[in-house]
């Protein structure tokens, strides 16, 4: 069975390094939100963004995310999906579908402090390098401090708890 790794936590927990790092591991496809979003909208999104414009536009990147990971299915492909997953609809959402499509999908929780998860996103900011898509500033971060659900004790039974790194 084709297994697809949900890799979610907070912003700043280090989501695409990890992710990068699974995928080149395990030789599976990868998709990460913030690159979808840049490629696809960065010329369009505004200062400030609108949490509403950017979250019908984050709903259809995943809508042809998922279509993908369904060919990959298909194919016997592992995927690692960076995606963020803050919210408990969408990791349902995701795993539901997936299972439906035939894969075994392995949530993998990234559980960092908030000021190392701060200064994290301050450097990237800074030095734009690999894992850079976008700048997330600190009203956005603070914000996302808001809305992101962390999972459940019965989601973290099942999950890969990855510890912080120095």
Request: charged share 25%; proline share 4%.
């Amino acid at each position: 069975m084709t297994r697809v790794h949900l890799i979610c936590g907070p912003t700043g927990s280090g989501k695409t390094t990890y992710s990068f790092e699974l995928a080149k591991n395990i030789g599976a496809a990868r998709f990460s939100i913030d690159e979808w979003m840049q490629n696809l909208y960065g010329p369009d999104i505004q200062d400030p963004i609108e949490y509403q414009w950017m979250i019908e536009r984050v709903n259809r990147c995943e809508t042809q995310i998922l279509y993908l990971c369904k060919e990959l299915i298909k194919l016997k492909i592992e995927i690692v999906l960076d995606l963020g997953f803050f919210a408990l609809a969408q990791r349902k959402k995701f795993i539901n579908a997936l299972q439906e499509f035939g894969s075994m999908p392995q949530l993998h929780y990234l559980q960092v402090n908030v000021v190392t998860r701060w200064e994290r996103v301050s450097a990237r900011n800074k030095d734009k390098g690999d894992t850079y898509s976008l700048t997330v500033t600190r009203g956005q971060f603070d914000f996302c401090e808001t809305i992101f659900e962390t999972p459940s004790e019965e989601e973290l039974r099942h999950a890969i708890k990855v510890p912080e790194k120095e």
